[in-house]
């Protein structure tokens, strides 16, 4: 395992930094809670208490490794259509545009990482970043086993990628580590949206930059619709600014496309 990525990583049990890589596992140096290292990726999650419950349909659907295996190609640009609007994927150019966006508000080719990808599904964003930075570490993070497995997959190749299986409400990542973070379409599933961005806040050293994507109130009734069926939630980009105002984060900026937006906000 890359030195420089197990340095990073933070117990989930006792929340000390310091692991110690064994063959099929990760141990903390500090309490000896073990971490499973599964084929291409580490198992972060404290499984004490079981498997985390699915919040919401939707995270159910991204536990399914039938979701998992189609998402990229199907799921995502037909979940994307039917909560945003048909105007948003026009709007920023398709997918590929969608990750030229991303990446370039992250300003990867000038900053330095390490990157996190935070909820990277089968790892789509996490490859464009992956050839955009070939020198840093870029780590995918998803806590749906058949996302991460499907991501392990899908980034074999690129030898500057880790996976981790583990919680955006409780990251396994040391104080102040990253250089920026993406969170594309991720945060409408979490059932704790401020708690997850200050991990965020307290992953990022001084200087580090966030850039996430989310839906924005539907203008449509089926939009609106889509959203209670799927059990998820729609963010107003003035409330979403003053929430990560409130936690410490600056420069709020923001690009409307149809029902969705991405913002970037900076930890000062
Ligand atoms: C709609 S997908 C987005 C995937 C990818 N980032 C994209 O842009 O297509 C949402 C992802 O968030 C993940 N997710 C949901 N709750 C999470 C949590 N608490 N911690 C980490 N990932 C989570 C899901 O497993 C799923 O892979």
């Known amino acids: 395992m890359d030195p420089g990525f197990l340095a990073l990583l933070k117990c989930a049990a006792c929340g000390a930094s310091g692991m110690r890589a064994q063959p099929g596992y990760l141990a903390c140096t500090s309490c000896e809670a073990q971490y499973e290292r599964a084929d291409g990726y580490v198992n972060m999650l404290d499984l004490s208490a079981g498997e985390p419950a699915a919040p919401s349909t939707e995270q159910r659907l991204m536990e399914s490794e039938l979701v998992a295996r189609i998402y990229e190609r199907f799921w995502r640009p037909a979940f994307v259509r039917v909560l945003a609007g048909r105007g948003a994927s026009k709007g920023t150019g398709g997918f590929a545009g969608e990750m030229f966006i991303h990446k370039n508000t992250l300003a990867m080719e000038e900053r330095q990482g390490p990157w996190l990808d935070l909820s990277c599904g089968p790892g789509m964003f996490t490859r464009a970043m992956a050839a955009a930075a070939p020198g840093a570490l870029i780590i995918g993070l998803d806590i749906s086993r058949a996302m991460i497995e499907a991501a392990v997959r899908r980034v074999k190749g690129y030898s500057n990628v880790g996976l981790l299986r583990a919680d955006a409400h409780a990251l396994p990542l040391a104080d102040g580590c990253l250089g920026g973070v993406n969170q594309s379409g991720s945060l409408h ?46 963010f107003a980009p003035h409330e979403l600014r003053a929430q990560l105002s409130r936690l410490g984060f600056a420069d709020y900026e923001e690009i409307r496309f149809g029902d969705a937006f991405i913002f970037r906000v900076r930890k000062p």
């Open 189 to 234: 599933a979490y059932d704790d949206p401020p708690l997850a961005w200050s991990e965020i806040h307290r992953t990022l050293r001084s200087g580090g930059l966030y850039v996430g994507s989310t839906f924005a109130p539907a203008r449509s009734l089926a939009g609106r619709l889509a959203a209670r069926i799927a059990g998820i939630r729609r």
